[in-house]
């Protein structure tokens, strides 16, 4: 079955702490995204891949970084810089001009 | 910057049709609307998505008004399971790039 895998489900960081969260695909899709969403909003774009070894900034990138040297796989990583990270985060992808297909989120708290 | 205008909220009794409005008077000529909805905590599903002419599937129908600048999702008979959070999006045309509004929560009740 072809998807898109996000993990872990749960997460939980010190305050200070780096941590990367997973995103893998087996679609063949180009293009990968990931977004952020707080309690009761609606899903802001942080960065988002076009192809292997690309990636642009989406409206809130302050404090993450990401990484695509595979086209299955596009890491986030919430770095210290990132001042509140406690938030729901959704990885997708998508051919060049259809639709997404997300993964089921990874929930990342502050604690 | 989503282009998309919501209601934030609508109710539907169970077994009635559900229609859901949007509003996207700065679409342009070669930009998809698309439908998506999210149950709580899970990932956003695809509904349906078009360009000007109405579309239907097995979930959804998908109205769309001839200027192009709103259409509406209609979910036939609506059930219990279909309570969820609904995003219309337009989709930007120099890159396949989604911008999310709030969306509408739709309540359907017994």
């Known amino acids: 079955d072809g998807g898109i895998t996000q993990s872990p489900k749960y997460l939980f960081r010190k305050e200070g702490q780096n941590v990367t969260l997973s995103c893998e695909q087996n679609l063949n899709h180009d293009a990968m995204y990931w977004y952020r969403q707080d309690p009761g909003q609606g899903l802001r774009l942080i960065y988002y891949?076009?192809?292997?070894?690309?990636?642009q900034k989406g409206d809130i990138a302050e404090g993450y970084s990401v990484s695509r040297e595979k086209k299955e796989s596009f890491p986030l990583t919430v770095t210290s810089a990132q001042k509140n990270p406690t938030a729901f985060y959704l990885c997708?992808?998508?051919?060049?001009?259809?639709?997404?297909?997300f993964g089921s989120g990874t929930r990342l708290t502050v604690v | 910057d989503a282009k998309t205008t919501q209601p934030p909220s609508m109710d539907c009794a169970e077994g009635r049709a559900a229609n859901l409005p949007c509003n996207h008077s700065t679409i342009s000529g070669n930009e998809y609307v698309y439908w998506y909805r999210q149950i709580h905590s899970q990932g956003p599903q695809y509904i349906i998505h078009?360009?000007?002419n109405n579309e239907t599937n097995e979930m959804a129908s998908l109205i769309i008004t001839e200027d192009r600048k709103s259409s509406t999702l209609i979910l036939p008979h609506a059930t219990l399971r279909d309570t969820a959070v609904y995003y219309c999006?337009?989709?930007?045309?120099?890159?396949?790039?989604?911008?999310f509004g709030s969306g509408t929560k739709l309540n359907v009740k017994p």
């Open positions: 999006i337009v989709r930007v045309a120099d890159f396949n790039k989604f911008y």
């Open positions: 891949s076009q192809i292997v070894n690309d990636f």
């Open positions: 997708a992808s998508s051919s060049s001009f259809g639709g997404y297909t």
């Open positions: 078009g360009l000007k």
